[in-house]
């Protein structure tokens, strides 16, 4: 952060007079605005459509007349001399020509004093005329320090005005305090004098709530979740040449710094294709666990809920959200139905959209986001996402060899607490040919029921009885499951 402010102080100083600076928190762009301001002996000027332009950054500051229109804001930017001048969102008004060249005008006056205009917004973009006259810089989220010192100055002004026990150990101080990171401020403001206000005291009880104050702003979209991952990958039978190339990235995720200097970007994501039930889901939630990075997972069912607004909105809202929390594992399922290749122009080109803005920032994401993508129809899916550079890698997920299926099969009893020792594994495994995982965990589940039942302990002879019992869909589906190994033969490397 400390950087980013340098830098932005440095540009300033040589002269770059338009700066965009992206952000989801203008507030804190202000502050550290007003900050350079200050070291460079410059006024600083906030504007934001709803209220005007403003000399300084508190509310006792006077609001200068008949300047909320941007283009009046902007020729006022003229008559004051120079000065830092911060508008809020003016993006959105940028495409109107009538301001881009007041913009313009600003910009060629203030390269004839002193200061810079600063457009702060997520992702605002510039007209032509106006992009060669501007950099780009992101305000990066608050860190760790950041999150601290704010937590020490609600002790502090909340101590003055109540009595507030404070029963944090350092270890809790900072596990509640990664509790915040991914935060802005502001929210984190919310959720530190929420949990002040509950019970005049913050102890070690509150590091919970703190999570679950977090997982409310964040889930408040609807678009994506925070996911438990139960298990990591051990849990997970096979799919070895996924899980050698899941390995030495490890490293990498768990320092991004040391690896960057290293030459090593974060990973940037996996697609899972494959046979239904045979472990996609469970191989994408387990790389989580297996990272040690929270699970978001992204809801294409609201994606194109009309009651809940405008999708593509909604949908770079949540991308923003994602990058926020980073490092995190992404976790799309069943990726067709949110981006389906079929679903063109019935909803008058709105998935088509979203589905635009998603390739884009697939390539173009600069934050640590692995996608954790899944999807059991390859004939649906739009052929964009196969290219190079969407993903690390296409992985092909197939039906478990005998075994994956034995490993499956014990994985399966022990979570049920049965000991696989007491069946003949190897004797199952052969006699479940053609068996999805999914299958053969019905199978473990339907001879304990039967065990249970009759009083008596599971063993290879009812389990045996569950698998001849059963029909596998990869018989009813040998044609689909033909064509989708064929179709990845050449274009996706082997899970197994
Ligand atoms: N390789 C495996 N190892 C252990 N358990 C497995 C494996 N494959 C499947 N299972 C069991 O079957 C369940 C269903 O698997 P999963 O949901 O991961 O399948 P999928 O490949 O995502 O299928 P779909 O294409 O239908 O979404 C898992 O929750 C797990 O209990
Ligand atoms: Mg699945």
């Not at 600083?44 to 209220?51: E, I, K, L």
């Not at 679950?212 to 996911?227: F, M, N, P, S, T």
Request: proline share 5%; net charge neutral; charged share 25%.
């Amino acid at each position: 952060m400390k950087d980013t402010e340098a830098e932005l102080e440095l540009l300033v100083r040589s002269k770059y007079t338009l700066i965009l600076l992206d952000t989801v928190e203008p507030e804190r762009a202000d502050a550290v605005l007003a900050a350079i301001a200050a070291r460079l002996s410059l006024f600083h000027y906030s504007w934001s459509r709803s209220r005007g332009l403003r000399r300084g950054i508190t509310n006792s500051d006077p609001v200068i007349e008949k300047t909320a229109e941007p283009a009046l804001a902007l020729a006022r930017v003229v008559e004051e001399g120079a000065g830092i001048f911060h508008f809020r969102g003016l993006g959105v008004h940028l495409e109107d020509p009538l301001v881009a060249s007041h913009v313009l005008d600003a910009v060629a006056h203030l390269a004839t004093r002193r200061g810079a205009i600063v457009i702060s917004g997520s992702r605002s973009h510039l007209p032509d005329a106006l992009r060669p006259l501007a950099v780009q810089l992101t305000l990066p989220v608050p860190d760790f320090a950041e999150h601290r010192r704010l937590l020490e100055r609600l002790i502090r002004e909340y101590s003055a005005r109540m009595p507030l026990k404070v029963e944090l150990t350092k270890e809790d101080e900072a596990r509640l305090v990664n509790n915040l990171v991914g935060l802005t401020l502001n929210e984190a403001e919310r959720v530190i004098t929420r949990l002040i206000m509950y019970d005049g005291a913050l102890r070690e009880g509150d590091i919970p709530r703190a999570a679950a104050a977090k997982r409310e702003a964040v889930e408040q979209d609807g678009l994506l979740e925070y996911h438990p991952a139960e298990s990591g990958l051990d849990e997970v039978a096979g799919l070895s040449g996924l899980k050698s190339w899941l390995a030495p990235r490890r490293a990498v995720v768990n320092d991004p710094q040391a690896a960057r200097a290293f030459g090593l970007g974060f990973p940037r994501g996996v697609l899972l294709l494959g046979v239904p039930g045979c472990g996609k889901s469970l191989a994408a939630k387990a790389i989580a666990r297996e990272w040690g990075l929270p699970l978001l997972k992204l809801d294409p069912a609201n994606l194109y809920d009309k009651y809940i607004g405008d999708s593509e909105k909604n949908f770079k809202r949540a991308m923003q959200t994602a990058e926020r929390l980073a490092p995190i594992v992404l976790w799309i399922d069943e990726l067709e139905k949110a981006f389906a290749a079929s679903s063109g122009e019935s909803d008058g080109g709105v998935s088509r959209r979203v589905f635009g803005t998603f390739l884009s920032w697939l390539q173009e994401r600069k934050r640590d986001v692995f996608v954790a993508a899944t999807s059991n129809d390859i004939a649906s899916l739009p052929a964009e996402f196969i290219r190079k550079g969407r993903f690390d890698e296409i992985f092909f997920v197939d039906l478990p060899d005998v075994a994956a299926r034995a490993e499956i099969l014990r994985i399966h009893m022990r979570k049920r607490k049965q000991d696989p020792a007491r069946v003949d594994i190897p004797a199952l495994a052969a006699a479940s040919e053609g068996f999805s995982g999914a299958e053969l965990e019905q199978a473990v589940v339907g001879g304990l029921y039967s065990a249970f039942a009759s009083g008596a302990a599971l063993d290879t002879a009812r389990l045996a009885k569950e698998i001849s019992g059963t029909r596998p869909l990869s018989g009813t589906m040998r044609e689909r499951i033909a064509e989708l190994r064929h179709w990845a033969a050449d274009r996706a490397v082997p899970a197994g």
